[in-house]
C-alpha cells in the first residue's frame, strides 16, 4: 500500500499511460492467440467464389491489423479461386477487416474524429485519449474511405418514414455555400473573382425539420432533435430537354422520403428566392407552401437603401425601416412602389424591386403568421455552418471534390443521427458475407 509520503514525487499521469499501454499489449495479445488458434475459418477444401466459380484452400497467411489495443498479426484461411483469378480470406470478411488493416472499432473511431476536426487534430486525438498510434494521412484516407460507404449507403438505402409521432407540418429548406478546392477542381469554371475565376465549388445542402413549438413570442422554434441534413457538390441545374431530374433533386427526394415530407398534411419549402430554389420546389412539391426568407428580404432593402441615400446615414436607415415595416406588413403595393421611385437611377432598387414583383407570393407574411409558419430560413443557414462550414471552411483548406464530399456525408450522417444506422448495416453485410463463404453451392 502506498502511502502519502511515499507517492510524492510519483508522476501519476505517467504512470497511468503506463499501466493503460500495457493493459491494452496484454489483451491484444490474448486477443491474438485466440484468433490465431481458431481454424474454424477453414472447414472446407472448397468454397463458392463471388464469380459464380469454386475457390480452393490455399493455406494460411499472415497479415498485421491494427486495432483500439493494438496491432495483431493474424493467420487466416486464403482461398483462391482459378476462375476469375482472385483470392480472398474468410476470416477478414468476418471481422469486417476484408478491404483495410484497421478493425471496424479503429475505422469508426478515426472516422468520428475526422469528421468534427482536421485530419492532424484528429490523429493527435486519438492517440492523445485513445492511445492509438497513427499519422494524418492515415486518417485522411481512412475518414474519406468510410465517408464515401456512407454516401454509397445514402443514395442506395431510402428508407420511408414509418412513425406516427410525425409533425403535422414539416419544412424543407435548401441552400448553397461554397468550399473552398484544389486548383485542379476549378478549371473552367466560371466563378466570382474580379478576373472571372472561382475559388471554390458550391455544396447544395437540404434540410427538413418540424417546428410546433413556440417561444415567449409565438415565434415558431425548431423541435429539438427534428432536423435532419443531406449535402454534396452536385449540381441543381436541369434543362427544358432533361428528361430526369438533376442530382441534387434526387437527393431532395430521397431525404423527403426519410423524414415523410412527401407524405405530411401540410408542406413548407424555404428558400432565399434564387430562381433554382423554386424550379425545384415547383418539380418535386407542387402542392407546397413557398416562402422567401424574410431576413434575406428585409436584408435586400437595406442595400437599396445604402445604394441610394450612402452608408451609415439617418435617410438610409429611416428609409429601410419603413420598407422593413411594409414588408413585414404586407404592404408590398406600397413597397414596390417606392423602389420604383428608384428604379431608373439605382440599378440595386430595380434589381429588389423584380425580385419582390417575382415573389410576392412567397412574400406574404402575415398570412403565413396567421398561419403559424415559419418565415425563416435560419435552420438552413445554420445548417450551412454546422454541416459544411466548421469543418470544410477552415484557413488554409483545400479539397477534392471527392474528399469533401466524403466528409460532407460522414458529418450528414452523424449530425442527422442516421450513423448507427449506416454502422448496423455496415456490420451486417460483413456477417451475410461470411456466411455465404460458408455456405455450399
Not at 24 to 44: F, G, K, T, Y
Not at 109 to 125: D, N
Amino acid at each position: 500500500m502506498i502511502g502519502p509520503g511515499a507517492a510524492e514525487g510519483i508522476d501519476f499521469e505517467a504512470v497511468e499511460t503506463a499501466v493503460r499501454r500495457e493493459a491494452m499489449r496484454i489483451a491484444a495479445r490474448a486477443v491474438e492467440r485466440r484468433l490465431n488458434a481458431d481454424h474454424s475459418d477453414h472447414n472446407r477444401a472448397w468454397l463458392p467464389c463471388a464469380c459464380g466459380g469454386q475457390a480452393r484452400y490455399g493455406g494460411r497467411r499472415p497479415k498485421s491489423f491494427m486495432t483500439v489495443l493494438g496491432e495483431l498479426r493474424l493467420l487466416r484461411a486464403y482461398y483462391h479461386c482459378e476462375t476469375c483469378n482472385r483470392g480472398f480470406f474468410p476470416r477478414d470478411r468476418a471481422l469486417g477487416m476484408d478491404e483495410s488493416s484497421l478493425s471496424p472499432s479503429l475505422t469508426r473511431m478515426m472516422g468520428l474524429a475526422a469528421a468534427m476536426v482536421s485530419f492532424e487534430e484528429a490523429a493527435v486525438l486519438l492517440e492523445q485519449l485513445a492511445g492509438v498510434r497513427g499519422n494524418a494521412k492515415q486518417v485522411e484516407r481512412t475518414a474519406e474511405a468510410l465517408g464515401r460507404e456512407i454516401a454509397q449507403d445514402e443514395r442506395a438505402h431510402v428508407e420511408p418514414f414509418c412513425g406516427h409521432d410525425i409533425a403535422p407540418t414539416l419544412y424543407l429548406g435548401v441552400d448553397g455555400t461554397g468550399v473552398p478546392v484544389r486548383r485542379s477542381e476549378l478549371v473552367d469554371r466560371q466563378g466570382k473573382q474580379s478576373d472571372g475565376s472561382a475559388k471554390t465549388r458550391e455544396v447544395k445542402l437540404c434540410t427538413v425539420w418540424s417546428a410546433e413549438g413556440r417561444d415567449k413570442e409565438g415565434v415558431p422554434v425548431r423541435d429539438e432533435g427534428s432536423i435532419g441534413y443531406s449535402a454534396a457538390i452536385e449540381s441543381a441545374a436541369t434543362r427544358d430537354t432533361d428528361k430526369a431530374p438533376s442530382q441534387f433533386a434526387h437527393r431532395v427526394m430521397r431525404e423527403a422520403v426519410r423524414r415523410g415530407f412527401d407524405r405530411v398534411k401540410r408542406q413548407v419549402v424555404l428558400g432565399d428566392g434564387a430562381p433554382w430554389i423554386w424550379r425545384l420546389s415547383g418539380e418535386l412539391f407542387p402542392e407546397a407552401i413557398e416562402i422567401v426568407d424574410r431576413f434575406h428580404a428585409k436584408q435586400r432593402l437595406s442595400e437599396v437603401s445604402k445604394a441610394i441615400f450612402g452608408v451609415g446615414t439617418d435617410l438610409a436607415k429611416a428609409w429601410a425601416r419603413q420598407r422593413h415595416d411594409d414588408l413585414d406588413e404586407g404592404r408590398l403595393d406600397d413597397l414596390l412602389c417606392a423602389l420604383e421611385g428608384h428604379a431608373l437611377r439605382c440599378d440595386e432598387a430595380r434589381k429588389c424591386r423584380d425580385y419582390i414583383a417575382e415573389n410576392r407570393n412567397r412574400m406574404r407574411y402575415p398570412a403565413f403568421h396567421a398561419q403559424s409558419l415559419c418565415t425563416s430560413t435560419g435552420v438552413v443557414e445554420a445548417g450551412c455552418k454546422l454541416a459544411i462550414g466548421t469543418r470544410l471552411k477552415r484557413a488554409g483548406m483545400h479539397w477534392s471534390v471527392q474528399g469533401a464530399d466524403a466528409i460532407i456525408a460522414l458529418r450528414c450522417a452523424i449530425l442527422s443521427g442516421r450513423f448507427e444506422d449506416f454502422w448496423e448495416r455496415r456490420a451486417e453485410r460483413s456477417t451475410a458475407c461470411d456466411a455465404l463463404s460458408y455456405t455450399a453451392e
